[in-house]
């Protein structure tokens, strides 16, 4: 009986949200066989342009202009709202590219809050997380 009602509040309290990931998750470690992906060849076009560009164009350039290829290759490489020292994309790696820690709902590499999980209507599927993936495990060009 003692133990009852820690455990209670515990189950209430359910999982830490946006927790900061660790070093060795699977999340932030690219596969082992990326597929080549580029913006030009198929990131704009099956990402940005379909999830993104609805919010992120030139009228609100200060969240990042992905509208197109070129514009989108310019906003991922400034510094990040949220931390002078992340970029929205840091080419092959996961743990310091804000988009993809977005994009999972996971924090910093510090500790540091990045926001609300991209895009705002909730986590995308499998194979739109892939396609991010190996783009920037190929070195996002
Ligand atoms: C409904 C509007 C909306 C959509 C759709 C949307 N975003 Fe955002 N995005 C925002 C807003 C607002 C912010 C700033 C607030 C925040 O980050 O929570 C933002 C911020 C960001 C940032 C932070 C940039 C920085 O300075 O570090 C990234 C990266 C990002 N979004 C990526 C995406 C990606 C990738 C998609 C598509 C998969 C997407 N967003 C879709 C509204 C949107």
Redesign the pocket.
């Known amino acids: 009986m003692r133990f009852f009602v820690p455990l209670v509040l515990l189950a209430a309290c359910g999982p830490t949200p946006n927790p900061t990931p660790d070093a060795g998750d699977p999340l932030l470690t690219c596969d082992p066989m990326p597929t080549e992906v580029t913006l030009a060849g198929r990131v704009q076009a099956e ?2 342009d379909r ?2 560009r ?3 164009n030139a009228a ?1 350039a200060s ?2 202009d ?1 509208s197109a290829a070129d514009r989108t290759a310019a906003a991922i490489a400034r510094p ?3 931390s002078m020292a ?1 970029k ?1 994309v840091e080419p092959n790696n996961l743990a310091r590219s ?2 993809w820690l ?2 999972n709902q996971l924090r910093g590499p510090s500790g540091e809050a ?3 999980v ?4 909730g986590k ?1 599927g499998e194979a739109s997380l892939k396609l991010v993936k190996d783009w920037i495990c190929t070195g996002a060009k």
């Not at 991209?118 to 209507?121: A, D, K, L, R």
């Open positions: 990402l940005f999830q993104c609805s919010c992120h609100s969240n990042g992905y990040s709202q949220f992340l929205p804000v988009l977005k994009m990045l926001g609300g991209m895009p705002p209507g995308l």
